[in-house]
């Protein structure tokens, strides 16, 4: 049996580590915390697209494939976050430079953006760069930082403006709470976040990085701002041998900082105690320690590591469950995300264990949990799948709305014939959200009447009921919906024509009466989400 190393040992990087820190495409794409998009990012500022231009150009290998017009985005800024307040107008690079890069600007949106000031260049041959800063009269050009996830269009909710994320790649602190976004296909991984909450957040970031430090605090916090760059190896030795002279003393600094969920070095602290090593081992004490204050924090480590663990050990696995029933129930909500990015079989009874949890903030995080890996459901024994849709029904009658949408956003996966008198009370509940997945947990319903229903909001006076409604016609490939489908193409809310002309997708060769009224969708052109699906549609429907 291996030893068991002390997590309070300043340890040597796992030379793993440092081969996920090479400049490969896939790493540039992986999940980041979001503390980390702050220190990477040297401009962050919520601006407004004034324009897009498309420049002609020839690019590097650096791009996915070769287009022969790139868009360049003229941006406003709104309000600065963080670099310094100018100018007030600017580019943006906005194409894509990996193949699932999310970079595609519009004219007129609003967003959250966190900015590279460089990097343009690189991009494209020497002639096309004269002719882009050409296009900006010598301006610089911006880049959207960590593969276009920077960019984070704003939406209002309930007159609220939120921020929108793509939850599988931005690790977002778990005080903030989130709404699943406004097209249902996308629920599961678009999440919107209240633009207040995320402009708080950045600001004390911000605040928290530029601090003045001195001694072996100062040390440690410049350590671990070179932990946070993913590309240059030789800073993982430079940060490795400022934390060996910072010393015993170094190691309260890092606990310290385990303790505080939002600051920015969070992610990289974790990496100094370095969880990855013995599959976690490092993390074993402390996550039992008799300190609350240290379980806290090697649970935070913990589920910071989850997301890239290749199978804990089972003494790891042993004190990971058993930490699911600490008596302090910040560390069994950790451990609650954690499995839920495990997404492995063997995390459905622990997160079902925790919807009888005595935190309801417990329970909802076990509520949401459960829907990341609600494809395993049907490997478990029929009974436990009773049971977890038992519980979020329960969950779904609660009085406080944050735990009715948790549960329904899950049970929109889990649901059988049994919910379906409840999916038609939740069709009034006072909350949109709510409904929105009552209308979506409706496609798993065979019946004629909740068919019937479906066909009828499509008529609904709310947008996002009639998206809701469009999704689950489509989820279920009702044909007899087919009418009422063609028509909603037409909707005022370009959502709603996007989901209608989706939907018609999915019917396939059933659906040739649509064929009409798809193509002259496409034939009047435009970039909005109609067109594009009306464009998918009829391949699917010509194709299939």
């Excluded at 894509?96 to 991009?123: K, N, P, S, Y």
């Excluded at 605040?207 to 760059?229: I, M, N, S, Y």
């Excluded at 029933?325 to 839920?340: C, F, G, K, Q």
Aim: with cysteine.
């Amino acid at each position: 049996m291996r030893r068991r190393a002390s997590p309070l040992l300043v340890p040597a990087l796992l030379a793993i580590v440092l081969l996920a820190a090479s400049g490969s495409a896939s790493a540039e794409v992986a999940e980041i915390p979001f503390g980390k998009l702050v220190v990477l990012a040297d401009e962050i500022l919520v601006g407004r697209v004034l324009l897009v231009l498309d420049v002609p150009v020839e690019t590097t290998d650096e791009v996915d494939d070769d287009p022969q017009t790139v868009p360049l985005a003229l941006v406003q800024a709104l309000e600065w976050l963080k670099g310094e307040p100018r100018p007030r107008f600017f580019w943006v690079w906005g194409y894509g430079t990996w193949i699932c890069d999310v970079t595609h600007f519009t004219a007129g949106e609003r967003a959250l953006l966190f900015l590279d000031r460089g990097g343009v260049a690189d991009l494209v041959t020497p002639a096309s760069f004269d002719r882009l800063r050409k296009a900006t009269r010598g301006e610089p050009i911006r880049r959207v930082a960590w593969s276009g996830r920077g960019r984070m269009p704003l939406l209002s909710i309930a007159g609220r403006a939120h921020a929108g994320i793509w939850s599988g790649e931005i690790r977002l602190p778990s005080a903030l709470e989130t709404l699943p976004g406004h097209d249902p296909r996308y629920a599961a991984f678009r999440r919107f976040v209240p633009l207040d909450a995320l402009r708080t957040t950045i600001r004390r970031q911000v605040a928290e990085l530029e601090r003045p430090r001195k001694g072996t605090e100062g040390l440690v916090f410049q350590a671990l701002r070179r932990l946070c760059d993913v590309y240059i190896d030789t800073r993982w030795e430079e940060a490795h041998q400022a934390l060996e002279r910072a010393g015993p003393a170094g190691i309260a600094v890092l606990w310290q900082i385990l303790g505080e969920p939002d600051s920015p070095l969070h992610s990289a602290a974790t990496a100094a105690l370095d969880p990855y090593e013995d599959d976690g081992e490092r993390l074993m004490p402390a996550l039992t320690s008799e300190d609350v204050a240290q379980r806290r924090a090697a649970a935070r480590a913990f589920e910071a590591a989850s997301w890239h663990s290749w199978g804990w050990s089972d003494g790891v696995e042993d004190a990971r469950d058993e930490a699911a029933r600490d008596p302090d129930p910040e560390v069994r909500r950790r451990i609650l995300r954690a499995l839920a990015r495990d997404r492995t079989i063997d995390a459905l009874p622990q997160i079902l264990a925790g919807l009888r949890d005595d935190s309801l903030e417990n329970r909802r995080q076990a509520a949401l949990a459960l829907r990341p890996v609600a494809y395993l459901a049907d490997e478990r024994p029929a009974a436990e799948r009773k049971a977890a849709e038992a519980l979020l029904l329960a969950l779904g009658e609660h009085e406080q709305v944050r735990l009715r949408r948790a549960a329904w956003e899950t049970l929109a996966e889990y649901a059988t014939a049994a919910s379906e008198k409840a999916t038609f009370a939740a069709l009034e509940d006072p909350d949109s959200i709510v409904r929105m997945h009552a209308v979506c947990t409706l496609a798993r319903f065979e019946s004629a009447e909740s068919r019937r229903v479906l066909i009828a909001l499509l008529g609904h006076a709310d947008a996002w009921i009639r998206r809701a409604a469009a999704y689950a016609l489509g989820t279920a490939k009702y044909e007899a919906a087919l009418p009422q489908l063609i028509k909603a193409l037409a909707d005022k809310d370009d959502g709603v024509g996007a989901l209608a002309a989706w939907a018609l997708g999915e019917l396939g060769p059933k659906a040739a009466a649509a064929l009409p009224a798809l193509r002259a969708i496409v034939k009047r052109g435009g970039d909005s989400k109609r067109h594009y699906d009306a464009r998918e549609a009829l391949h699917a429907i010509e194709n299939k």
